[in-house]
């Protein structure tokens, strides 16, 4: 699904507010203006958000406040478990693109960022970390759902919305309390809850002459010399005093000689590589295609796994271009 235009079916801001009643118009008008001049999704009113969408208010009162009833639910495969996922439908899904869109568009996030982020990939992420001496990672549990309301609300306050503004599309992208596994609204909306740790452990970082990236959940810092062993309680504290809890058993410290590996690549060297395991998943699944022996189910999921090979190649070519987050 591509994202609307920025206001929709109207073409400038006066188009819009020439539409609304006088007595509403006035009610937000210089907000509405403010959100618009800097970029921003104009979220300031049920009824200014209805018209905006052509939908009626009172239905888009029942998605503000039973939004958990326009959601379907299942499960998809995540290695040896199940994920749950919460969709929504799409008259909900359509002003969640929207929003989205627009705000990842609006907002600059620090150079540490790798996940949804364009332009940027895990692939990058673990070029920043190529030769390295140790790599501390940290996952963070239930990353989403775990984002609470409260909290997306609060980091669309500091971007600028007011707090209606905040409550209404915080509420109408979360679900059960949490941003929803499955909006495509939660992963910018993340980012944006994220800033302010990231500007924190950026920091740590650069105190301890280390490298720091972020892929959504994934924390992972890098060095060149000794493991710095105040690090690892410094960032649980961060990251733990902002509402988030660690995924024990994602937690790990790899040391030269192992293996170091970031998002699944090796960065012993100038440039990320696959495991020997992969690569030898790679050359099967060639072998496979190339004798007609992938099924046509599975022919999608196979030109992923090529794909993504491809890729990982492919940046070595560049990967002079990408610079470490340290100091």
């Known amino acids: 699904m591509n994202p609307p235009p920025f206001l929709i079916s109207f073409t400038t801001p006066e188009h819009f507010l020439g539409a609304l009643r006088e007595e509403l118009r006035g009610l937000h008008e210089e907000e509405f203006r403010r959100l618009c001049e800097q970029k921003l999704p104009p979220v300031v009113s049920i009824r200014y958000l209805a018209t905006l969408f052509g939908y009626s208010a009172r239905f888009l009162g029942a998605l503000h406040q039973r939004s958990e009833k326009y959601y379907r639910t299942f499960t998809i495969p995540k290695g040896k478990k199940r994920r749950t996922i919460n969709a929504p439908k799409v008259a ?3 002003i969640q693109k929207w929003f989205g869109f627009y705000l990842s568009e609006a907002v600059k996030f620090h150079d540490c960022v790798y996940g949804f982020v364009e332009g940027r990939s895990a692939i990058d992420a673990a070029q920043s970390h190529c030769g390295a001496n140790w790599v501390y990672s940290i996952d963070i549990e239930n990353f989403f759902p775990s984002t609470h309301l409260n909290m997306v609300a609060s980091a669309l ?8 503004g905040a409550d209404l599309i915080s509420k109408l992208c979360c679900y059960n309390g949490g941003l929803a596994q499955g909006s495509p609204a939660s992963p910018v909306l993340s980012n944006l809850v994220f800033k302010s740790t990231d500007t924190d452990l950026v920091a740590i970082a650069r105190n301890h002459n280390v490298c720091y990236t972020r892929y959504a959940d994934d924390l992972v810092f890098s060095g060149a010399g000794e493991f710095p062993e105040e690090i690892a309680p410094i960032v649980r504290s961060i990251v733990e005093s902002r509402g988030w809890k660690l995924a024990e058993e994602k937690v790990r410290l790899a040391k030269r000689p192992n293996r170091l590996k ?11 590589r696959l495991t020997k395991g992969y690569r030898n998943r790679i050359r099967a699944f060639k072998h496979l295609l190339e004798n007609g022996r992938i099924h046509e189910k599975d022919r999608l999921k196979v030109a992923g796994h090529l794909a993504y090979a491809r890729s990982v190649d492919s940046s070595s070519m560049v990967s002079e271009l990408t610079p470490r987050v340290s100091m």
């Open 92 to 94: 909900l899904k359509v």
């Open 157 to 164: 306050l500091d971007i600028g919305y007011s707090q209606h």
């Open 262 to 272: 970031v998002h699944g690549l090796l960065v012993h060297n100038d440039k990320p």
